[in-house]
């Protein structure tokens, strides 16, 4: 086993292909979502059944303090300019869609060139590595992402082919239905939780569910639909007729009286838009890559199952009849940059 602490990064190398990543398992500024929790955990469990190579991040994503290594790097110009509106943490709005866009802010020009830098050396290497690129994320245990403990993300289509996976997460399901269905009580239980501590942080912040900024107005609209589409009608009329902490309370949990099972699902909520122009330079014949967005609840209590599903789902690509000739093609780090 060969290893490298480089800047922002580490590699862990056993093979080569598949080259397992967890760009956001660094360290949590300020509050404690912020960090892909156990993204680490379940990409290293994947990369001790399968071998190949493990790229942990050992940075934050908050904007001010690190480098949202899925986002695109911004202008010099622009980091600059959006540096005193990240310390002041005002115009809210603004800075959601610089978030949904780009990577870091920098204090100075020096502070950017380190920040740049760091960023392409991670992509760069991650594209020098291998040519089977499974990407590991966290994705929230909330109502929007219900019932699905795991999202396969294939930047739609261009990452992997469609109807290639779809029979792959079709088997899968089979596979692994039996041990999901064992979990759904936990799971249930879990997804409750998070509702709990959502509305309990919208009221601390916010004082009620009205007041809500757009960032969180709309997680909770996502949250909602979702409920709606579960619950009974007067759970749905209470919502629609006084929406707060406790109607919506009341619809999460009738929601999930029903009897809905977990399921590993293909691009359910997240469809890799925000990441398209990060991952365009491995949508060519030569790459597989893919995300899996493990619910929070799988990742913390079941790691090693998930990472048994993810790499069953390589092992079962990298099987097809699409991908059997697929070689390592190693590029030269410059094209990545």
Same mark, same amino acid.
């Given at each position: /086993?060969?290893?490298?602490?480089?800047?922002?990064?580490?590699? #862990?190398?056993? $093979?080569?292909?598949? %080259? +397992?990543?967890?760009?956001?398992? $660094?360290?949590?500024?300020?509050?404690?979502?912020?960090?892909?929790?156990?993204?680490?955990? %379940?990409?290293?469990?994947? @990369?001790?059944?399968?071998?190949?190579?493990?790229?942990?991040?050992?940075?934050?994503?908050?904007?001010?303090?690190?480098?949202? *290594?899925?986002?695109?790097?911004?202008?010099?110009?622009? =980091?600059?300019?959006?540096?005193?509106?990240? /310390?002041?943490?005002?115009?809210?709005?603004?800075?959601?869609?610089?978030?949904?866009?780009?990577?870091?802010?920098?204090?100075?020009?020096?502070?950017?060139?380190?920040?740049?830098?760091?960023?392409?050396?991670? @992509?760069?290497? %991650?594209?020098?590595? $291998?040519?089977?690129?499974? !990407?590991?994320?966290?994705?929230? =245990?909330?109502?929007?992402? #219900?019932?699905?403990?795991?999202?396969?993300?294939?930047? &739609?289509?261009? $990452?992997?082919? *469609?109807?290639?996976?779809?029979?792959?997460?079709?088997?899968?399901?089979?596979?692994?239905?039996?041990? *999901?269905?064992?979990?759904?009580?936990?799971?249930?239980?879990?997804?409750?939780?998070?509702?709990?501590?959502?509305?309990?942080?919208?009221?601390? *912040?916010?004082?009620?569910?009205?007041?809500?900024?757009?960032?969180?107005?709309?997680?909770?609209?996502?949250?909602?639909?979702?409920?709606?589409?579960?619950?009974?009608?007067?759970?749905?009329?209470? /919502?629609?007729?006084?929406?707060?902490?406790?109607?919506?309370?009341?619809?999460?949990?009738?929601?999930?009286?029903?009897?809905?099972?977990?399921?590993?699902?293909?691009?359910?909520?997240?469809?890799?838009?925000?990441?398209?122009?990060?991952?365009?330079? +491995?949508?060519?014949?030569?790459?597989?890559? /893919?995300? =899996?967005?493990?619910?929070?609840? +799988?990742?913390?209590?079941?790691?090693?199952?998930? =990472?048994?599903?993810? %790499?069953?789902?390589?092992?079962?690509?990298?099987?097809?009849?699409?991908?059997?000739?697929?070689?390592?093609?190693?590029?030269? !780090? &410059?094209?990545?940059?």
């Amino acid at each position: /086993m060969n290893r490298s602490f480089l800047k922002g990064f580490t590699v #862990y190398r056993n $093979g080569t292909d598949p %080259v +397992f990543v967890a760009p956001h398992c $660094g360290p949590s500024f300020e509050v404690p979502t912020i960090r892909d929790d156990n993204s680490d955990t %379940v990409a290293s469990k994947c @990369w001790l059944k399968a071998s190949g190579t493990l790229v942990l991040s050992s940075i934050t994503r908050k904007r001010l303090w690190g480098i949202d *290594l899925n986002r695109d790097p911004p202008s010099k110009e622009h =980091a600059l300019r959006m540096w005193p509106e990240f /310390m002041a943490d005002k115009n809210r709005e603004r800075l959601k869609r610089f978030r949904a866009k780009y990577a870091f802010v920098a204090k100075n020009p020096l502070d950017y060139n380190e920040r740049l830098k760091i960023y392409n050396n991670f @992509w760069g290497t %991650v594209g020098n590595l $291998g040519s089977v690129i499974m !990407m590991v994320h966290r994705k929230y =245990a909330r109502m929007k992402n #219900y019932p699905s403990v795991m999202d396969i993300i294939t930047y &739609e289509g261009k $990452g992997v082919d *469609l109807d290639t996976i779809k029979e792959v997460i079709q088997e899968i399901n089979k596979k692994y239905g039996k041990q *999901l269905q064992s979990i759904s009580k936990q799971y249930k239980a879990y997804v409750m939780l998070e509702s709990r501590r959502i509305v309990s942080r919208i009221d601390r *912040l916010f004082g009620s569910i009205d007041n809500v900024d757009a960032e969180y107005r709309t997680w909770l609209e996502q949250d909602i639909a979702v409920v709606k589409g579960l619950a009974d009608e007067p759970c749905v009329k209470r /919502m629609d007729e006084q929406l707060d902490s406790k109607s919506f309370i009341a619809g999460v949990k009738d929601a999930l009286k029903r009897p809905v099972k977990p399921r590993v699902t293909i691009e359910n909520f997240f469809k890799g838009r925000k990441a398209l122009s990060v991952k365009s330079k +491995f949508f060519n014949k030569h790459f597989l890559i /893919m995300e =899996a967005e493990v619910n929070a609840f +799988f990742g913390y209590w079941y790691p090693g199952l998930a =990472a048994d599903i993810i %790499v069953d789902i390589v092992t079962m690509l990298r099987g097809a009849k699409l991908y059997k000739n697929l070689g390592i093609k190693q590029t030269r !780090m &410059e094209d990545f940059l």
